[in-house]
């Protein structure tokens, strides 16, 4: 047995489907789910009522219409042992998004900082893409010396983890439109 052991699991068969269907980028919709209720999500992540149901608790928001991108996660090294250069413990991600209701969110926006329970979730084209652990967000906005400048909020989402987000086929009508409430 090797004192400082590697990643001992077995690699599931790699897919070489040459007929899957491509996913294609932009953060298009965005949100944030309350650890308060991240368990219930992720026993049922693909069931539209599960997301309901954290809508009418207020413990999931859905931001439906976004625009914004998901930069390639930053490697975390650690050192090497033996003849292994470095060991890979982990990734840092960094999310951006612009959610262009301005003028009515900024008491939202506001009460986001410094917050320190919230996973996040985005929508690609056909995946939804949750978070394995709570996230740091940074709401932001800029204002232009522009007489025809839009005003969006610019959000910067971080977290560290060891692993890629959950990926789910993006359930049915979560995405649709802006919840306002029962």
């Avoid at 991600?93 to 900082?113: G, R």
Wanted: aromatic share 14%; hydrophobic share 35%; charged share 20%.
């Amino acid at each position: 047995m090797a004192y400082y052991p590697s990643n001992c699991t077995d690699l599931p068969q790699h897919d070489c489907n040459p007929c899957e269907n491509r996913e294609y980028g932009r953060v298009r919709s965005a949100g944030f789910v309350s650890k308060d209720y991240y368990a219930t999500l992720i026993a049922g992540p693909e069931d539209p009522t599960v997301w309901a149901a954290g809508q009418e608790s207020n413990l999931i928001v859905v931001i439906p219409e976004t625009n914004g991108s998901v930069a390639a996660g930053s490697a975390k090294m650690g050192p090497g042992y033996g003849e292994t250069v470095d060991t890979l413990l982990g990734y840092e991600f960094t999310a951006k998004f612009h959610d262009p209701n301005f003028v009515s969110n900024s008491q939202f926006y506001n009460a986001l900082i410094g917050q320190r329970n919230y996973y996040f979730f985005y929508r690609t084209s056909t995946q939804t893409f949750i978070t394995n652990v709570t996230v740091t967000i940074v709401p932001n906005k800029e204002v232009k010396d522009d007489l025809n400048g839009e005003i969006v909020w610019e959000n910067t989402v971080k977290w560290i983890d060891n692993q890629f987000e959950l990926m789910i086929n993006t359930p049915d009508g979560v995405f649709d439109d802006c919840f306002t409430g029962a």
